[in-house]
């Protein structure tokens, strides 16, 4: 089995790094080898996503992805910038499938910047669809205005479309995900207004019908936007397209006390999947090392379930976070009264630690 690892730019290097030193400490044989992407990748080789990190990463069983992003780059052309890598990774290796849990973890309820009693036991899964929309449809661009209220003014543009296939198979994977948790799925669309979530709507309700021992209801993005700060207790499952998907999910990350928490998987029709954590490269933090390793590692742990079938290794990993944070650790995101600030490598060390102390344990 191959890992292949890109970390990127920001603190993309230095939360990777404590994910590795996590891997490294489990004993498991797994080949791994490290590669440029984003900001990292165009400085050394002009590209994002150079032909021999993509070669690299379509190789391998699992892909371990750091953080895309940097603000040096953001003034060059749309096809060179550093988020293009991870776009083009999602499209090329087909990962249409993007798990996004959203855990309060009992330490953190006062982290959130919600009243604890709104999100303690907070677990809800976001699927997010992450290989169509808006994001990918054709045509897209800059012209001069064909038609409009302005015909001949100069306009952006760009194309929302999904095509049945594409929602039928992303409505499976939520039905399947609710089957193991508490059966209940919200579609989040804009059917009101949308054509193109309309027919999601009636797509997913037609996918439904082979899973009668699920829930479904639908829900209109704005209000879903709503609900999420003012019940999120409410959902088990929410399954909706990659631009909503987007912007929710950073909102459901909040709501568990910090966005550096969060993990993801994205996996393709096979199972195999590219891992990362939902936050981005955060070049204002950068170098310091103050980021939250524990979304990269928690990251691992979906990818060891997942990819790897590694489920007693992932169970190890996510245990000793728990300890990590049980024993008043904290970075500044996560940082509270009474608790202890900590770096990067500091978190890192005291889940590798953790998980040595549980190995001697388990002879
Ligand atoms: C995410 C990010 C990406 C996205 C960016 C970096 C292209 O925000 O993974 O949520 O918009 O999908
Ligand atoms: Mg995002």
């Known amino acids: 089995m191959k890992i292949a690892i890109l970390p990127g730019d920001g603190i993309g290097v230095e939360i990777v790094a404590q994910a590795e030193r996590v891997l490294q400490c489990l004993d498991l044989c797994f080949e791994t080898e490290i590669a440029l992407v984003g900001g990292a990748a165009y400085a050394a080789h002009g590209h994002p996503l150079p032909e021999a990190t993509l070669q690299l990463a379509r190789a391998a069983d699992a892909v371990l992805f750091g953080a895309v992003g940097d603000p040096r780059y953001d003034a060059i052309e749309r096809a060179l910038r550093p988020e293009q890598a991870i776009l083009g990774l999602r499209k090329h290796l087909q990962l249409f499938a993007n798990l996004r849990p959203a855990l309060c973890h009992a330490p953190l309820t006062h982290a959130s910047s919600l009243r604890p009693e709104l999100v303690s036991g907070l677990d809800l899964l976001i699927i997010r669809e992450l290989t169509g929309d808006v994001y990918f449809g054709q045509p897209r661009g800059r012209r001069t205005a064909p038609d409009g209220a302005f015909p001949g003014a100069e306009e952006g543009f760009d194309t929302m479309r999904y095509a049945r296939p594409e929602i039928e198979r992303i409505a499976h994977v939520a039905f399947q995900a609710a089957r ?177 102390t549980s190995a001697s344990f388990n002879g």
Request: net charge negative; no cysteine.
């Open 180 to 356: 193991q948790r508490s059966r209940r799925v919200t579609s989040v669309d804009k059917a009101n207004v949308l054509e193109t979530f309309q027919f999601w709507r009636d797509v997913v309700t037609e996918v439904h019908a082979q899973y009668p021992d699920v829930e479904l209801n639908h829900m209109y993005v704005d209000n879903a936007a709503m609900q999420l700060v003012k019940a999120p207790k409410q959902f088990d499952v929410i399954v909706t397209g990659n631009l909503f998907g987007d912007i929710l999910s950073d909102e459901a990350a909040m709501l568990t006390g910090s966005i550096g928490m969060l993990p993801s998987a994205s996996l393709d029709a096979a199972g195999k999947g590219l891992y990362e954590p939902s936050h981005g490269s955060a070049p204002d933090i950068a170098g310091r090392s103050i980021a939250n390793p524990l979304a990269t590692i928690l990251s691992l742990a979906m990818m060891l379930r997942f990819s790897l079938h590694q489920e007693e290794a992932a169970d190890r990993v996510e245990a000793a976070v728990q300890q990590a944070l049980a024993a008043g650790l904290r970075t500044p995101d996560i940082w509270s009264e009474g608790t202890r600030r900590v770096g990067t490598v500091e978190m890192g060390d005291a889940v590798v630690a953790a998980l040595t």
